[in-house]
T-cell receptor, first 115, second 114 residues
Framework: KAGVTQTPRYLIKTRGQQVTLSCSPISGHRSVSWYQQTPGQGLQFLFEYFSETQRNKGNFPGRFSGRQFSNSRSEMNVSTLELGDSALYLC??????????????FGPGTRLTVL | KQEVTQIPAALSVPEGENLVLNCSFTDSAIYNLQWFRQDPGKGLTSLLLIQSSQREQTSGRLNASLDKSSGRSTLYIAASQPGDSATYLCAVRPNNNAGNMLTFGGGTRLMVKP
């Protein structure tokens, strides 16, 4: 079974631009979560989608948004990029919305560099 | 607000040594706790998941324990190997209907020397 895939793997943008990242979960998984990882703040939760609905949102500005499609694939968008948005963005998928035994499986991440 | 702390931040050991990584959390109302491994520049690989009702889980040379009342978990690695070198992260999931949101610790960077 294929794992979580994220595209693109690397991105270089300039301040003020916007960017869209894509995540394809493991087949059959319906929950997709996004995390930002930086050396200073570590791993921080961005948001989670389940059945095309946002279930939770972390403490990030409105420039960060996402969506989920009917096939469970998810995209996140960052508008008006700032230097501090440079990070590794990780996507995780899980089978259900609230299974106590459900492991979260992470993709390889998208490395975003903002110049 | 849940806070997760991992000590030590970095650890260097000779090959073959048994070692313990520590994770503490401030709010004991958790759904489960997961240990992950991250290789440089890569995503996270799930190692073990412990449900809130469990005390420990084992997989091969790895054993994770959970003491929810004291807010602690440990990851025990037996007979360490150079291939175990990576950053180890623990993450807790709250039981307040917050879905699959995980709160991560800062990680322990492990180096196992041949």
């Amino acid at each position: 079974k294929a794992g979580v895939t994220q595209t693109p793997r690397y991105l270089i943008k300039t301040r003020g631009q916007q960017v869209t990242l894509s995540c394809s979960p493991i087949s059959g998984h319906r929950s997709v979560s996004w995390y930002q990882q930086t050396p200073g703040q570590g791993l921080q939760f961005l948001f989670e989608y389940f059945s095309e609905t946002q279930r939770n949102k972390g403490n990030f500005p409105g420039r960060f948004s996402g969506r989920q499609f009917s096939n469970s694939r998810s995209e996140m968008n960052v508008s008006t990029l700032e230097l501090g948005d440079s990070a590794l963005y990780l996507c995780a998928s899980s089978l259900r919305a609230s299974g106590v035994t459900d492991t979260q499986y992470f993709g390889p991440g998208t490395r975003l560099t903002v110049l | 607000k849940q806070e997760v702390t991992q000590i030590p931040a970095a650890l260097s050991v000779p090959e073959g040594e048994n070692l313990v990584l520590n994770c503490s959390f401030t709010d004991s109302a958790i759904y489960n706790l997961q240990w992950f491994r991250q290789d440089p520049g890569k995503g996270l690989t799930s190692l073990l998941l412990i449900q809130s009702s469990q005390r420990e889980q084992t997989s091969g040379r790895l054993n994770a324990s959970l003491d929810k009342s004291s807010g602690r978990s440990t990851l025990y690695i037996a007979a360490s190997q150079p291939g175990d070198s990576a950053t180890y992260l623990c993450a807790v999931r709250p039981n307040n209907n917050a879905g699959n949101m995980l709160t991560f610790g800062g990680g322990t960077r492990l180096m196992v020397k041949p």
